[in-house]
């Protein structure tokens, strides 16, 4: 855990140190189209792989294990493909909708960067699997260094793509550390053979209840960018994108660091008592942690934004205070979500993923048809969105605690 925070946390201060000065080189107008692209490559980077990266934490012999990874790296070839036809078909509407004038270009360079986004992810969870922590730290310090150097030099001629392109840079070095000493593993997996096949079927729930689940909660978690870029454009798009770099993705990078040490501590351990002490454990945690995030947004002064990163960024301020109870209530639920595998509950995660799409679809219609409902304005749309996403962390980290305090007991 120390090492992987170590890494996660050295590129993370550098992101957030580098907006201070990339939010009085860049306008709201290009950190919307970097919102863009990391819906896009965020999605793809969960579902490229076809949730094999979960299982690959599982089997105990390394052939089945080699197995899994052969198919996530085929999916991550059909994500390419399937990346390329959409992005391209949809490319001018989407410059015309969201008012994004460089995103054309970026398109066609879209299904590369999805690719890597989810290879890497692949190659994470195998590194995790063979306890080669300093892999995945060296790969998350440096992948945001060359990020934010990139956009840092390309500020003086590409105004309104530069993150996006910086962006990119980052997650190929990431990709290139990640891949360090396993060019026999990657060439290996593109090979097939029957008893990998095998192997495979034994994992059906991955590719099926799983990425199912999956596919649903990355739709939920960046509904908002495709609902509210329309309606509200560009300046509100890029204040929620500078809102999520600097409040939640550090949170989301600190979860992500931890969910895989959990699971892996998790599975070595029996069930009952050992793992509901781990369980409550990291719960407090967690919770301590978003409880000291909260506060200290609600308790910062108005002219935060403005101060730290320009005149021109003064009312972001507001948008991050609506924002941060779903931010800290995500937090404590990805951080604890690999839990739902280790009590084998898959389906269940595929149940609340739908409930989670469904909330935002509804709390974003609420806020749109009764905008009063959320104190009025046109900001209805976000803040009903916001109380919907709340309401779904609190009954997923609820249901978690009902399947982990009941797992032991059927056991017995």
């Keep these: ?34 919102e863009m692209f990391a819906l896009v490559t965020g999605i793809a980077a969960v579902l490229g792989t076809g949730k094999f990266e979960q299982a690959l934490m599982l089997p105990k012999g390394e052939d089945e294990a080699r197995a899994l990874f052969s198919a996530g790296q085929r999916a991550v070839g059909l994500t390419i493909m399937a990346v390329y036809v959409v992005s391209v078909l949809t490319a001018h509407w989407v410059a015309d909708a969201y008012g994004l004038e460089g995103w054309v270009t970026l398109a066609y360079v879209l299904p590369l960067f999805a690719g890597i986004a989810a290879h890497t992810r692949l190659l994470e969870y195998w590194r995790h699997r063979q306890k080669e922590a300093g892999w995945v730290a ?37 990709w290139a550390v990640m891949r360090r000493g396993l060019s026999g593993l990657i060439r290996g997996a593109w090979s097939s053979n029957q008893s990998r096949q095998g192997a495979v079927a ?10 199912a689940g999956s596919a649903m909660n990355r739709t939920a978690q960046w509904l908002h960018v495709l609902l509210l870029g329309v309606a509200l454009g560009p300046v509100l798009l890029g204040t929620l994108g500078l809102a999520r770099r600097m409040v939640m993705q550090p949170l989301s990078m600190l979860a992500a660091s931890a969910a895989p040490v959990l699971f892996k501590s ?13 369980f409550w454990q990291a719960l407090g945690v967690f919770f301590a942690i978003a409880m000291m995030v909260w506060v200290s947004v609600q308790l910062a002064p108005d002219n935060t934004t403005a101060w ?42 595929t149940a609340l993923d739908a409930l989670h799409l469904l ?15 959320f104190g009025g304005g046109e900001w209805g749309a976000l803040v009903g969105i916001v109380w919907a996403k709340c309401v779904y962390y609190l009954v997923n980290v609820s249901v978690l605690i009902f399947a982990v305090m009941t797992h032991g007991n059927a056991d017995r």
Excluded: C
């Design 266 to 278: 998790a599975t070595d351990l029996e069930d009952g008592a050992p793992l509901r002490r781990l």
């Design 1 to 34: 855990m120390a090492t992987l925070l170590g890494g996660s946390v050295t590129g993370q201060l550098l992101a957030i140190l580098s907006a201070f000065i990339l939010t009085r080189l860049y306008g709201p107008e290009a950190f919307a189209h970097l």
């Design 138 to 174: 060296a790969a998350n310090a440096l992948g945001p260094a060359a990020a934010e150097s990139a956009k840092l030099g390309m500020s003086g001629f590409l105004s309104s793509t530069g993150l996006v392109w910086g962006s990119g840079a980052g997650l190929v070095l990431r």
């Design 202 to 211: 034994e994992y059906r729930d991955y590719p099926t209840w799983v990425l």
């Design 308 to 349: 730290l990163f320009g005149a021109e960024w003064f009312g972001a301020m507001e948008v991050v205070r609506v924002l941060v109870p779903w931010f800290v209530l995500n937090f404590i639920s990805a951080g604890l979500g690999s839990m739902f595998h280790r009590v084998q509950r898959p389906r269940w995660i």
């Design 359 to 373: 909330m935002v679809g509804v709390g974003w219609w609420l806020g749109t048809t009764h905008p009063e409902w």
